[in-house]
């Protein structure tokens, strides 16, 4: 009965980070660039059962089957379908049609610049031309940080990433693709860093001016999940009830005899 209860217990720790990547999910569901996390369950190793020193078994050891201790979390992981493009007429809002990220520097505290990758593509200028994020972090090209005239009164993105201010070419943005997206890593909610082992490659998408890739979360199926989680979670509670109440007659049985 003990062992029921632990296998009740780490059912619901589960269910609970399930449920805590999909409210994640639906906090997210319209975050430009967002892309849904899902999770994996699995179950621990199975262990072999021994009855031992048992009289009818003249006091032998013997194997009586196997058992299994409960489910685990196994992996958690990116869903990197494309979002659907919303249309905003803003100059410096860009959407990636195709597979790849947009480069991006950020700047800690400390001053260090790391590149980090996104699919958010809100984007505005800077007083001094610098084309930044919502945070202030500037987009990348070949050039470095992406930089056009302040004094431009037609700024055009090509499909290749190529800009033109006043007719004139000033840079190209910067577009990465990895060939393995099992090395990169969350940063915050739409951001990714390059871990240890990441290999990059040319993008071939394009950019259109003027979109922003809206988050592929579906929010009828995450509430659809959600609830059968809850159910699932409720199970568990009921099953640890109902263990502590054998536990407490075999006790109360115990106590009588």
């Given at each position: ?210 979109f922003t890739e809206q988050s592929n979360v579906n929010v009828i199926d995450e509430m659809v999940s959600m609830i059968t989680i809850t159910r699932a979670y409720e199970a568990g509670q009921k099953m640890i009830k109902t263990q502590d109440d054998l536990l407490n007659q075999a006790v109360s049985s115990v106590g009588k005899v």
């Amino acid at each position: 009965m003990v062992r029921g209860l632990y296998t009740a217990y780490t059912g619901m720790v589960n269910e609970q980070k399930r449920l805590d990547i999909i409210s994640n999910n639906l906090a997210n569901s319209a975050t430009v660039g967002y892309k849904e996390e899902n999770v994996t369950s699995r179950s621990f190793k199975d262990l072999m059962m021994t009855k031992i020193k048992d009289g009818s078994e003249a006091y032998l050891d013997r194997e009586i089957g196997v058992s299994n201790p409960g489910v685990k979390i196994g992996e958690t992981y990116m869903n990197w379908d494309q979002g659907s493009l919303r249309e905003t007429d803003n100059t410096y809002d860009m959407a990636i049609q195709g597979d790849g990220f947009f480069a991006i520097k950020v700047v800690d505290a400390n001053g260090d610049s790391t590149i980090k990758y996104t699919r958010n593509g809100q984007f505005s200028i800077t007083s001094d031309g610098y084309i930044v994020d919502v945070d202030g972090n500037k987009l990348q090209g070949a050039n470095g940080d992406v930089q056009v005239p302040v004094d431009a009164t037609d700024i055009a993105i090509k499909l290749n990433g190529a800009i033109y201010a006043d007719g004139v070419q000033v840079d190209t943005i910067t577009l990465t693709d990895f060939d393995d997206y099992n090395y990169l890593e969350l940063y915050g909610d739409n951001m990714y860093t390059a871990v240890d082992g990441a290999t990059t490659k040319s993008s071939a998408a394009t950019i259109l001016q003027g979109f922003t890739e809206q988050s592929n979360v579906n929010v009828i199926d995450e509430m659809v999940s959600m609830i059968t989680i809850t159910r699932a979670y409720e199970a568990g509670q009921k099953m640890i009830k109902t263990q502590d109440d054998l536990l407490n007659q075999a006790v109360s049985s115990v106590g009588k005899v």
